[in-house]
């Protein structure tokens, strides 16, 4: 039976980029009826230096992002990494498995530990392993993500098939990725050459999901473009990648495919799209950010039900868990 799992970085504000590429698509998931694990990485966070109280803000202003994007924690099982003490204990294990060759090939760990990599702490450059224990700890089938992470989706294959092989078991599923979408990719409104990150200096880059509707229009209209209208078909976006990517956001906002959004806009004036776009993304995007700050008035409810999501997690990690280490040779119970 499918089951879906995917985790977001308690790394700071959430971005349309994490909206699109990520939440809105696990709430679609979630509707759908599957079986859907969706989880807090708080441990990945602490890869990177991260503020105490900052981490601790961040994570249940990601558990109300989550909510009020549509993750039912009645339907999904929503939680914080760290609560699961069997994600890390899996992840030891696969850092057993997986080899020193594969991780240096990872190109985010490159991006993120930059010219000093030999500064870079132990926990970034083993990430991908605890992410595919995060994914494998529940024997996860289905795993959306963007696009960035489809590298290290396919380390957790690699790493599940290596398991398997030498262990000589058919215990863990060979996951698939799910990177699906016209948005599976938002770049930054500065440069559509840049992925659309928290972590970038310049505001003006993103759109956050907590800015009110005034700021995202503000955004929309400065986003960089160049001088010609938009193309009347597809294929002229080719070349234009920040045309591109806001035909890519509109369609990923109105659930249309690109090529129905190009049907109805291609030919426009940017000074005629970009409020279009602005009507929506505010349409869409601020009842979310009223429904986020309402939730984060009540932090003993946020914090309850990462509590009782990380008890339903539980009760399907221990017996994956106990069962690895009896495949592994651990003596014990
Ligand atoms: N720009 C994006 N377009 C589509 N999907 C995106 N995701 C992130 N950025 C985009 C997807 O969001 C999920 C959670 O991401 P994450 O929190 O694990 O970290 P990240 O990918 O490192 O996100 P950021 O915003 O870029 O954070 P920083 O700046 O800290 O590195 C993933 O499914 C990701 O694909």
Redesign the pocket.
């Known amino acids: 039976t499918p089951r879906v799992f995917?985790?977001?970085?308690p790394?700071?504000g959430l971005?349309?980029?994490?909206y699109?590429?990520?939440l809105k698509r696990f709430a679609q998931a979630q509707d759908a009826g599957v079986e859907t694990i969706y989880c807090m990485?708080d441990l990945?966070a602490i890869t990177?230096w991260q503020d105490p109280e900052k981490l601790r803000h961040a994570t249940r202003e990601l558990c109300a992002g989550f909510i009020a994007s549509g993750v039912d924690p009645e339907k999904s099982i929503l939680f914080n990494q760290s609560q699961v003490a069997e994600h890390a204990q899996l992840a030891w294990i696969f850092n057993c498995v997986a080899r020193m060759g594969w991780m240096k090939r990872m190109t985010?760990f490159k991006d993120?530990a930059g010219k000093n990599a030999e500064n870079a702490s132990l926990g970034l450059f083993g990430y991908p392993a605890l992410m595919a224990a995060d994914i494998l700890i529940y024997h996860a089938t289905h795993v959306?993500?963007?696009?960035?992470?489809k590298q290290h989706l396919e380390l957790t294959r690699d790493i599940a098939t290596k398991f398997n092989h030498d262990y000589g078991v058919d215990f863990f599923p060979i996951t698939e990725p799910v990177i699906e979408g016209a948005?599976?990719?938002?770049?930054s409104l500065r440069d559509g050459s840049k992925?659309?990150?928290?972590?970038?200096p310049s505001d003006m880059s993103r759109i956050n999901l907590t800015d009110n509707a005034d700021t995202i229009a503000k955004k929309i209209r400065k986003a960089k473009t160049d001088p010609e209208p938009l193309p009347s078909e597809v294929v002229g976006l080719a070349e234009r990648p920040e045309a591109r990517n806001l035909i890519n956001i509109y369609a990923a906002l109105s659930d249309q495919s690109v090529e129905q959004v190009m049907r109805d806009v291609g030919g426009k004036a940017f000074s005629e799209f970009k409020p279009m776009l602005a009507d929506l993304a505010v349409a869409q995007m601020s009842p979310i950010s009223t429904e986020m700050s309402r939730l984060m008035q009540d932090q003993a409810e946020i914090d309850r039900v990462l509590a009782e999501g990380a008890g339903r997690a539980r009760a399907i990690a221990a017996p994956i868990l106990r069962k690895t280490y009896e495949i592994v040779g651990m003596v014990g119970a």
Request: proline share 3%; hydrophobic share 30%.
């Open positions: 995917s985790g977001i970085q790394s700071g971005t349309l980029g994490n699109l590429g990520a990485v990945h990177v985010q993120k959306p993500v963007g696009e960035d992470q948005a599976t990719r938002v770049m992925k659309m990150s928290k972590s970038d």
